[in-house]
């Protein structure tokens, strides 16, 4: 793959980052000046603690790919390190999902407590996109894995 392109990629990973992490920090500041409506707040809370519990795995998701970009970069794409990266990127694509399923019952108590029956939808989006995140991470370790296996038995035929 062309340098340049991994290049590119690398500094998509670190624009996908660099927002959540801004608004975390803004979302702190904005909270400890601002507390939400005591009517709400028991709802709230537990909505904005997930959503930042969430952010660890997605930070870590988006580190691993950047390893996972270093091994393009250094020709080692496939290999088994490119595996267990894939690997780590499903499992923190399903602690995301697993994260938002566990707000979803206080997003549906907003919902009600609002009237908003629309904010349920939005409340699964996150879980349904790391789930296909996380089956399409599964997919290309099974691919990869295969196709390291087929590769170290052809070296092993002479």
């Given at each position: 793959m062309n340098r340049g392109s991994t290049i590119f990629l690398?500094?998509?990973?670190?624009l996908?980052?660099?927002p959540v992490l801004a608004l975390c920090i803004y979302m702190v500041i904005y909270l400890s000046h601002n507390p939400a409506n005591p009517d709400y707040?028991?709802?709230?809370y537990p909505i904005v603690i997930g959503m930042f519990v969430a952010v660890i795995p997605y930070i870590a998701a988006l580190y691993q790919?950047?390893?996972?970009l270093g091994n393009i970069d250094k020709n080692q794409a496939f290999s088994q390190m490119s595996v267990d990266v894939l690997k780590k990127i499903k499992y923190c694509a399903l602690m995301?999902?697993?994260?938002?399923?566990?707000?979803?019952?206080f997003v549906f108590m907003l919902a009600q407590l609002d009237d908003a029956p629309g904010l349920v939808i939005i409340g699964m989006v996150p879980i349904f996109a790391a789930l296909v995140i996380?089956?399409?991470a599964a997919v290309l370790q099974r691919l990869l894995?295969?196709?390291?296996?087929?590769?170290?038995?052809?070296?092993?035929?002479?």
């Amino acid at each position: 793959m062309n340098r340049g392109s991994t290049i590119f990629l690398k500094i998509a990973v670190f624009l996908m980052g660099l927002p959540v992490l801004a608004l975390c920090i803004y979302m702190v500041i904005y909270l400890s000046h601002n507390p939400a409506n005591p009517d709400y707040a028991h709802i709230l809370y537990p909505i904005v603690i997930g959503m930042f519990v969430a952010v660890i795995p997605y930070i870590a998701a988006l580190y691993q790919s950047f390893k996972l970009l270093g091994n393009i970069d250094k020709n080692q794409a496939f290999s088994q390190m490119s595996v267990d990266v894939l690997k780590k990127i499903k499992y923190c694509a399903l602690m995301i999902s697993v994260v938002y399923l566990i707000i979803l019952p206080f997003v549906f108590m907003l919902a009600q407590l609002d009237d908003a029956p629309g904010l349920v939808i939005i409340g699964m989006v996150p879980i349904f996109a790391a789930l296909v995140i996380a089956v399409f991470a599964a997919v290309l370790q099974r691919l990869l894995q295969e196709a390291i296996n087929i590769k170290s038995e052809n070296d092993l035929t002479v």
